[in-house]
């Protein structure tokens, strides 16, 4: 029997889609609902549904990374989005991440029962593949590049990878796993680099000491900061501004 979770922040559409649906008819039942992202994201990992209706345009949710996030760690999961967003753009990017069906709202019965058929049918279809011949999803550089950009920005705080997996609604695993993948570093790696980065930008400024900038990009002990520093650049920080004036 097919596993279905339910998410929208509007409760009387979950309610609605739990009673109208004749779930039996599709082998399928209601596994899980929630009403909003973060509940979704929960209900989603404690069911491993195999089918999802989702609305993306939710308070606490940035819907395409949400949506990206799902496709690329439940690449198999079909999904059905409920939303009263109308662009053109956005459908299109939804599409693209793999959406079975997108529907505005309020949907009609028949569009429900339509999409709920074709999820069904792709289930029944869905051959295994082999980490050879299997296509890399457009999901997981999608969760990349959203995982690079948020560490990017936010590399002064003290970053972790649970941090930034939230940020993209996977798992710190799944995380860990897409960018080894991509980028062959790991999460410490990369975060380093950034910050590296930002440091070198600083050092040419001279009202800036070496202790502040060490504060500034994310390092709370000037040594740590320096040994880094020096593994990265093959020089220390003092060295690297003296040959930069």
């Known amino acids: 029997m097919y596993k279905v979770v339910l998410v929208d922040d509007e ?14 008819a599709y082998n399928a039942q209601v596994a899980g609902v929630a009403l909003n992202a973060q509940e979704g994201a929960n209900a989603i990992r404690t069911h ?24 690329s760690e439940f690449p198999k999961m079909q999904i059905t989005v409920l939303t009263g967003y109308r ?20 949907s009609r019965m028949e569009e429900i029962n339509e999409a709920m058929g074709a999820m ?39 970053l972790t990878l649970s941090e930034v997996a939230d940020s993209c609604y996977v798992s710190q695993w799944h995380l860990s796993k897409l960018l080894n993948k991509h980028t062959n570093k790991s999460f410490y790696e990369l975060l380093n ?16 000491n070496i202790r502040d900038i060490c504060e500034r990009v994310g390092y709370a002990d000037v040594g740590h900061f ?20």
């Open 11 to 24: 409760a009387i559409i979950v309610e609605g889609l739990k009673k109208v649906v004749d779930w039996q």
């Open 48 to 71: 491993s549904p195999d089918i999802l209706f989702t609305d993306i345009k939710m308070p606490d949710a940035d819907g395409m990374a949400m949506l990206a996030g799902l496709r």
């Open 87 to 106: 662009d053109f753009k956005y459908a299109q990017e939804a599409i693209r991440l793999g959406v079975t069906r997108l529907l505005l709202k309020p």
């Open 120 to 158: 069904v049918s792709n289930l029944k279809t869905i051959m295994p593949k082999t980490e050879e011949s299997a296509e890399e999803p457009p999901a997981n550089s999608f969760i990349v590049r959203q995982a690079l950009s948020f560490i990017e920005q936010n590399h002064a705080e003290k």
């Open 193 to 208: 680099a950034s910050r590296i980065r930002e440091a070198k930008k600083l050092l040419l400024r001279p009202e800036y």
């Open 226 to 245: 320096s040994r880094v520093f020096k593994k990265a650049e093959g020089m220390s920080a003092n060295e690297y501004r003296n040959k930069m004036r």
